[in-house]
Structure formats: C-alpha cells, structure tokens
C-alpha cells in the first residue's frame, strides 16, 4: 500500500468503516510511514474532537492516548477475525471427515461387512489390554467357551456366513471319517 491510498482510507479508518483486509493493511502502513502516522493523528483528534463536542459529554482529552487504544482494538479485531476463520476451517475440516467417515461406514454396511463397525474395529485396536487375559491356554473350558460366543455372533449378525461355515465344517468332517475308515481298513 503506497500514501496516497494509505491517505484515502484514514476517515474511513476513524469513522471505523474499514474491512479487516483493508484495516490490516492501512496498520501495516502507519506503522512504517510516520507521514501518514502523523495525518491519521491530525484527522483522528480532529474528529474526536467534533464528536465530543457535539455529544456534550465529558471524554477524555488525551487523543493520542485515544489513537493508540483505537490502533490496539484495531489489530485485536483483526487477530480475532483470524482466529474465528482458522476455527471455522478447523470446523468445516472436521464436518468433512466426519461426512466422509459416515459414507465410508454406509458403504461398508451396505456391502455387507455387518460384523462390526468401523468405529467398534477402531475402538477394539486402540484399548489398552495390558494385565488383561482374554482366554488362557490353561483352560480348555474357556477356549470351548469363547468359540461358542463367537461362533454365536457369527450366526446372529451374519447367517450367510454361518451356513457356509458349516457346510466347509461338513464337508471337512465326512473327509476326515473317510480317511479314518480307510485308515482302518488297511489296518
């Protein structure tokens, strides 16, 4: 930004019409150029000036007190406008993933993987099991147990999956006793 456009943005400036663009640039101006520093301050405690007189109230006097604080609150309101527009980037990020977890979640149901959600699965890999024994190779009832659970929830959330597992564990069977009679016959 040069002087002259520095210089055309000063009213504005005091009458608090500036966007935050213009505003941050008008700052970075005055603070390098002690010319337009020096108007600003002409037009600012003139205009200060006209407003308390018309007002009729009592104000403080120190005008360049006045400018300085205008300056702070200026720069503050353009940190905050940067700020609400990183949380609203950060939000609208989040809201993304967010649609894009639930679509990704409705395709995989959709397909058929019903055994467990994304978020059970992301859930289960990140609980801490230290000091926790699910099935200990001791214990045959607790093996007997567990596969009866599972094979439980297999049936209950996907039935075409338990058919084809039994028919496999059929056919598996009337090979193995196949083989055990052949066995016994050449014995």
Known sequence: MNCME????????VKGELSDRDLEQFLKHIEQCSDCMDELDIYFT???ALDTLDTGEKHEYDFKKMLMDS???????????RIRKIVQSIFIC????LLIFSIW????????????????????RF???????????????SIQLLSEQIEALIRE??????????????????????????ENQNN
Do not use: F
């Open 46 to 48: 003139v205009y200060r």
């Open 157 to 182: 959330r996907n039935p075409s999956v338990w058919q084809k597992t039994m028919k496999e564990k059929e056919a598996g069977q009337e090979v193995d006793s196949a083989l055990t009679d052949t």
């Open 94 to 97: 989040c809201a993304g993933l």
């Open 6 to 13: 520095a210089r055309r943005m000063i009213i504005p400036y």
């Open 105 to 124: 979640t409705g395709i995989q149901m959709a397909l058929g993987y019903e055994q467990a959600s994304v978020l059970d699965r992301v859930m289960l």
């Open 71 to 81: 300056i702070r609150i200026s720069k503050t309101r353009i940190l905050l406008g």
């Open 127 to 141: 609980q801490p099991t230290s000091g926790r024994v699910l099935v200990s190779e001791t214990e045959p009832e």
